[in-house]
């Protein structure tokens, strides 16, 4: 009987994740797709906006970063919003207002206008990655979680291949009813999210308890297995505006995040134009722009085989190390690449390396946060570490002015950042069963002087 107890309890469990995996992660990765195409294709739009608007490298970087401003103020109360009106009704929200100023963009003539647009941009989307995050606390049990991910973040990269293949064929648009390509590129590429956002309010259920393609019985192993964990793992409970980083691994987390973030960024921003420069004006803009899916296709590899070895021996924190280690050392081999194409080679190996870091971070995080704590811990660490968008840009672009338009100590700058945050991961513990009772009194922390003002 025992045995025929556990045999239908798994049952129940595969049906439920096949379910939740099949019915949810790819819809939730083309939504992050989206977000990551609007966010970053002023990179490949950079290629004819500099010449045709007279921007320089700072004017660019400082433009592309400050989005990460207005991220960084509105992160922690767009998640801790989302977690009273629910999943559906605020990223559906995120994704129209976000989609409309996407594709304003397109109207920018200044650097005012270019730099105050992608400002409101970031407070347009802050709270959507998290918010995506925190979404999947409510849905997978944290054993699985590295690999729903990863999963998901493979599907983003696999549906964001699309990315680099538009930009290049609306780059070639100019002159279409007078508009220039980058024109194009941001008024096609932000129309999407719009209609997305308008899906998520008709299809995406809040919780387990609202979907109706789950069984009574499904939902309720869904939830048993959330409590569950929330009983047997020392787990942040609280997060505080007073003193958030009280608990250490918060702050590890945020370094991590913040080091990497500030390399990843400060690469992948110029990533187009150090490409077209090494190239020496042999290849096109569209021919640059789709050579970065080589990268995009290895990491969404990478990043799917390494979560299942995550989830199955539970070192969430040296998959982190030994990821960013790579994606370091990448950095150092791009510095040093003689030809576009080798460039490419070494991004991808960069690409690698970060994502096989990525899900087992996520992981980590996700499986760190108390209930209490989730809405504004996750959201708290991924404002803090998506400060690194800001500040990387602008760092490349300094550094580059300072070096005679050199890329080299950029690169160099890049890979140091990624060592330090795998160096800083080795600090992660792995969580361990504990009476919660001993978290509580061990860690004081919560979000309250947020929510008090929410």
Not at 69 to 93: C, H, K, Q
Not at 195 to 223: C, F, H, M, R, Y
Not at 346 to 352: C, G, I, S, V, Y
Request: glycine share 10%; aromatic share 10%.
């Amino acid at each position: 009987m025992a045995d025929e107890a556990v045999s239908r309890e798994q049952r129940i469990a595969d049906s439920a994740l096949r379910k939740v995996n099949s019915r949810l992660i790819p819809f939730l990765s083309l939504l992050y797709a989206f977000c990551i195409i609007d966010r970053t294709n002023v990179s490949y739009a950079a290629l004819q906006m500099r010449g045709d608007l007279h921007f320089s490298d700072v004017v660019f970087g400082f433009g592309f970063g400050v989005f990460f401003i207005g991220y960084f103020l509105f992160e922690v109360p767009s998640n801790l919003i989302m977690e009273r009106t629910g999943a559906r009704r605020w990223i559906a929200r995120i994704m129209i207002s976000w989609g409309i100023l996407s594709a304003c963009m397109m109207l920018i003539k200044t650097p005012a206008q270019f730099c105050t647009l992608r400002f409101f941009l970031g407070i347009a989307e802050a709270g959507f990655y998290p918010g995506i995050v925190l979404y999947f606390t409510y849905w997978i049990p944290g054993q699985a979680r590295a690999r729903a991910l990863a999963r998901f973040l493979s599907m983003q990269a696999v549906f964001a291949l699309a990315s680099p293949i538009l930009g290049g064929m609306l780059l070639n648009l100019t002159g279409k009813i007078g508009l220039r390509g980058w024109q194009w590129l941001f008024l096609v590429e932000g129309i999407p999210s719009v209609l997305l956002g308008v899906a998520v309010w008709l299809l995406l259920p809040d919780k387990p308890e609202n979907a109706k393609w789950l069984t009574s019985e499904e939902k309720q192993w869904i939830v048993g297995k959330l409590n569950e964990d929330a009983r047997m793992l020392d787990q942040v409970q609280h997060i505080s505006m007073r003193n958030p980083f009280a608990d250490k691994r918060i702050l590890v987390l945020c370094i991590v995040f913040f080091a990497t973030a500030t390399g990843g960024n400060a690469v992948g921003f110029f990533a187009p134009q150090i490409i077209k420069s090494l190239s020496a004006g042999a290849w096109s803009d569209s021919r640059v722009s789709m050579s970065l899916i080589i990268p995009a296709i290895v990491g969404a590899i990478a990043m799917t085989l390494a979560a299942g070895h995550s989830d199955r021996t539970g070192n969430r924190r040296y998959h982190v190390a030994a990821g960013y280690l790579l994606a370091g050392v990448a950095f150092i081999v791009a510095a040093h690449a003689p030809t576009a194409s080798l460039l490419v080679a070494a991004l991808a190996l960069n690409a690698l390396g970060e994502r096989i870091a990525a899900g087992s971070y996520w992981a980590a995080t996700s499986n760190l946060m108390g209930v209490r704590a989730a809405a504004g811990g996750i959201a708290l660490i991924n404002s803090v570490g998506n400060l690194g968008g800001f500040v990387g840009p602008m760092l490349m672009g300094e550094i580059r002015k300072r070096s005679g338009g050199d890329f080299g100590p950029g690169l160099y700058m890049a890979s140091a950042l990624m060592i330090i945050g795998a160096a800083f991961a080795l600090l992660l513990r792995r969580p361990r069963s504990n009476d919660i009772a001993s978290a509580d009194a061990r860690v004081e922390v919560v979000v309250a002087a947020v929510e008090q003002q929410l």
